[in-house]
């Protein structure tokens, strides 16, 4: 049962092609891995899936939903998937509690309370409960980012798309923000994490997916894909970051 | 004063506004009220009522627009409540009997002059040109062409011609393009041109602002999934306005003194008044000479209230830099 489909997906900035006719699936509760050199598109890819970028040709089908230009489409895809930015994104000017609170008040129509109290409880499965009434400013990178996943999980997503989610962090933060995110795998979660973190990749996916110039070029279990690659694209590639 | 009845209604509907704005029933619905809202408030300009009702409906789009960021916890409820009881009260105050034949006249057959002149302009030409700033500010960052060339034609055209001219216009040439039948007492066609004169300078200011806000602010609203008046009014906009709160004031303070020009077009306010309490020659004692110490005071006057209104936005401004960025 595949929650994402894509076919042929193509998108040009300009007279730069940024996506050349990626094909995949992604079943649910699957958790994938995409990485690739700066520039191979891997972000603008996963930033198509929910319209955050629009794709000029192709197909792109989440949760049965076909992503057109129809704005109904594009609102019921973005209420169930998630994304956590790599610069964060947080709203400086609310508190943690309403940033979380925020989108299940006004999108869910939820009540005040009734977002309180998931917020609370997002707050403790991202271990950090006692900075609900702080704001963004005050906290490090790696307390900021896992806010974020609180609050990409307080709409309750299908879906949660990390686009380079520890790439702004200091690497003694990493690790918190890691462990959030491997915690969020175990439990189930659909996931398709941009990341050069190869370590998560190793430990946690089930399926690396390595693009390269706007090509999909391999699509490798994270065992045989760090052992034997089939490309030698793939060989360069990890022999230069591992 | 006959007026009671209708300013206790409006004070009950920013009662339920506040008392409701962020209750889930009436959220689905908000949209549809302000817009209706502004639509009466629109309409009603042309309607036979006495000025101050119009200045109130116009309030309450105000509320509309800004109750869902300020009543969001039960303090902020509370503080918009008394600042809603408040300035209903002193605007009723400052305009009861407007339009009717119980108002207090002054030799110009208006009925406002001195202090009450300078204060009128001065608050409802922000009040009135504030909300019309925002919308030119966000019709001209806007993705649709028509709406953009509209509101930046509007900007520039109001821009690039002197206030005093525009006064002029409103002195001599507005009632030309009213419907007949329709007058407006001059002071309200005061408002009408200050709404747009301070109102595309707010909107230069404002512009600013939303330009600070980065792209990713945007991305992070679409991605929860908030539809673009969500966005704008939860997201945005308290960020763009809290940005460029210094040149907001200092567009204020200048509003608060540029109302000294209507004088020129036959308005009593307080620098006019200053020199017009002066006897004339023909009086047995000899004022020649006195008129500097109007004037000295009247500066005091104008000084003092700059000084209190930029003090207050220090401290506002601190309030606020509070867990800033």
Same mark, same amino acid.
């Given at each position: 049962?595949?929650?994402? /489909?894509?076919?042929?997906?193509?998108?040009?900035?300009?007279?730069?092609?940024?996506?050349?006719? /990626?094909?995949?699936?992604?079943?649910?509760?699957?958790?994938?891995?995409?990485?690739?050199?700066?520039?191979?598109?891997?972000?603008?890819?996963?930033?198509?899936? %929910?319209?955050?970028?629009?794709?000029?040709?192709?197909?792109?089908?989440?949760?049965?939903?076909?992503?057109?230009?129809?704005?109904? %489409? /594009?609102?019921?895809?973005?209420?169930?998937?998630?994304?956590?930015?790599?610069?964060?994104?947080?709203?400086?000017?609310?508190?943690?509690?309403? %940033?979380?609170?925020?989108?299940?008040?006004?999108?869910?129509?939820?009540?005040?309370?009734?977002?309180?109290?998931?917020?609370?409880?997002?707050?403790?499965?991202?271990?950090?409960?006692?900075?609900?009434?702080?704001?963004?400013?005050?906290?490090?990178?790696?307390?900021?980012?896992?806010?974020?996943?609180?609050?990409?999980?307080?709409?309750?997503?299908?879906?949660?798309?990390?686009?380079?989610?520890?790439?702004?962090?200091?690497?003694?933060?990493?690790?918190?923000?890691?462990?959030?995110?491997?915690?969020?795998?175990?439990?189930?979660?659909?996931? /398709?994490?941009?990341?050069?973190?190869?370590?998560?990749?190793?430990?946690?996916?089930?399926?690396?997916?390595?693009?390269?110039?706007?090509?999909?070029?391999?699509? %490798?279990?994270?065992?045989?894909?760090?052992?034997?690659?089939?490309?030698?694209?793939?060989?360069?590639?990890?022999?230069?970051?591992? | 004063?006959?007026?009671?009845?209708?300013?206790?209604?409006?004070?009950?509907?920013?009662?339920?506004?506040?008392?409701?704005?962020?209750?889930?029933?009436?959220?689905?619905?908000?949209?549809?009220?302000?817009?209706?809202?502004? @639509?009466?408030?629109?309409?009603?300009?042309?309607?036979?009522?006495?000025?101050?009702?119009?200045?109130?409906?116009?309030?309450?789009?105000?509320?509309?627009?800004?109750?869902?960021?300020?009543?969001?916890?039960?303090?902020?409820?509370?503080?918009?409540?008394?600042?809603?009881?408040?300035?209903?009260?002193?605007?009723?105050?400052?305009?009861?009997?407007?339009?009717?034949?119980?108002?207090?006249?002054? &030799?110009?057959?208006?009925?406002?002059?001195?202090?009450?002149?300078?204060?009128?302009?001065?608050?409802?030409?922000?009040?009135?040109?504030?909300? $019309?700033?925002?919308?030119?500010?966000?019709?001209?960052?806007?993705? @649709?062409?028509?709406?953009?060339?509209?509101?930046?034609?509007?900007?520039?055209?109001?821009?690039?011609?002197?206030?005093?001219?525009?006064?002029?216009?409103?002195?001599?040439?507005?009632?030309?393009?009213? &419907?007949?039948?329709?007058?407006?007492?001059?002071?309200?066609?005061?408002?009408?041109?200050?709404? $747009?004169?301070?109102?595309?300078?707010?909107?230069?200011?404002?512009?600013?602002?939303?330009?600070?806000?980065?792209?990713?602010?945007?991305?992070?609203?679409?991605?929860?999934?908030?539809?673009?008046?969500?966005?704008?009014?939860?997201?945005?906009?308290?960020?763009?306005?809290?940005?460029?709160?210094?040149?907001?004031?200092?567009?204020?303070?200048?509003?608060?003194?540029?109302?000294?020009?209507?004088?020129?077009?036959?308005?009593?306010?307080?620098?006019?008044?200053?020199?017009?309490?002066?006897?004339?020659?023909?009086? &047995?004692?000899?004022?020649?000479?006195?008129?500097?110490?109007?004037?000295?005071?009247?500066?005091?006057?104008?000084?003092?209230?700059?000084?209190? $209104?930029?003090?207050?936005?220090?401290?506002?401004?601190?309030?606020?830099?509070?867990?800033?960025?």
């Amino acid at each position: 049962m595949s929650i994402i /489909i894509t076919k042929n997906v193509k998108k040009w900035f300009g007279d730069f092609q940024a996506l050349d006719g /990626i094909s995949m699936e992604i079943k649910e509760k699957e958790v994938v891995v995409i990485c690739g050199p700066s520039g191979s598109g891997k972000s603008t890819f996963i930033r198509c899936i %929910n319209r955050l970028e629009q794709h000029q040709e192709g197909d792109i089908i989440v949760d049965g939903i076909e992503l057109t230009n129809d704005l109904k %489409n /594009i609102d019921a895809i973005r209420s169930e998937v998630g994304m956590v930015f790599q610069s964060f994104n947080l709203f400086p000017h609310l508190t943690v509690m309403q %940033n979380i609170t925020l989108a299940p008040i006004w999108v869910r129509k939820k009540t005040r309370t009734e977002a309180e109290e998931k917020a609370m409880e997002l707050l403790e499965r991202v271990g950090i409960p006692e900075q609900a009434e702080k704001f963004p400013g005050q906290l490090s990178g790696g307390q900021q980012q896992r806010v974020a996943i609180a609050r990409a999980l307080a709409m309750e997503p299908k879906i949660m798309l990390f686009d380079e989610p520890t790439s702004a962090l200091d690497p003694e933060m990493i690790k918190e923000v890691l462990d959030v995110m491997k915690e969020l795998a175990q439990s189930g979660m659909t996931m /398709i994490v941009v990341t050069h973190e190869m370590g998560f990749a190793k430990e946690v996916c089930d399926r690396v997916i390595f693009f390269d110039e706007g090509k999909l070029v391999e699509e %490798n279990n994270p065992e045989d894909f760090f052992n034997n690659p089939k490309s030698d694209r793939t060989k360069l590639f990890l022999s230069q970051i591992l | 004063m006959n007026d009671i009845p209708g300013v206790l209604i409006f004070w009950i509907i920013g009662y339920l506004i506040i008392r409701y704005i962020t209750n889930e029933k009436f959220m689905r619905y908000k949209n549809y009220l302000s817009i209706s809202f502004l @639509l009466i408030t629109a309409s009603i300009l042309f309607l036979r009522i006495p000025f101050l009702f119009k200045v109130l409906t116009f309030s309450v789009v105000l509320l509309l627009l800004v109750a869902p960021a300020i009543a969001n916890t039960s303090e902020g409820k509370k503080n918009l409540l008394i600042i809603w009881v408040v300035a209903i009260a002193v605007i009723a105050f400052l305009l009861r009997g407007s339009g009717s034949p119980t108002g207090i006249m002054t &030799p110009t057959g208006s009925f406002l002059g001195g202090f009450s002149l300078t204060w009128v302009l001065a608050i409802f030409g922000t009040y009135v040109s504030f909300p $019309f700033g925002v919308i030119l500010a966000l019709g001209r960052t806007s993705n @649709l062409p028509l709406v953009r060339i509209i509101c930046t034609g509007i900007i520039e055209i109001v821009r690039s011609v002197p206030y005093i001219t525009w006064l002029f216009f409103a002195s001599v040439m507005l009632t030309v393009f009213m &419907p007949e039948g329709i007058e407006f007492n001059l002071i309200v066609r005061v408002l009408i041109v200050t709404a $747009f004169f301070s109102g595309a300078y707010f909107a230069e200011n404002i512009r600013g602002g939303l330009q600070s806000i980065s792209k990713g602010q945007y991305e992070a609203a679409n991605a929860i999934g908030m539809n673009p008046f969500q966005r704008i009014s939860l997201i945005v906009l308290p960020q763009a306005l809290r940005a460029v709160i210094p040149t907001l004031v200092g567009s204020i303070i200048t509003a608060f003194k540029d109302s000294s020009l209507v004088a020129i077009i036959g308005l009593f306010d307080t620098l006019r008044i200053g020199s017009a309490v002066i006897p004339t020659q023909s009086s &047995p004692v000899n004022f020649v000479g006195t008129q500097l110490d109007n004037l000295l005071f009247i500066a005091l006057f104008y000084w003092v209230f700059c000084f209190i $209104f930029s003090r207050r936005t220090m401290k506002i401004e601190k309030k606020l830099g509070l867990g800033e960025r």
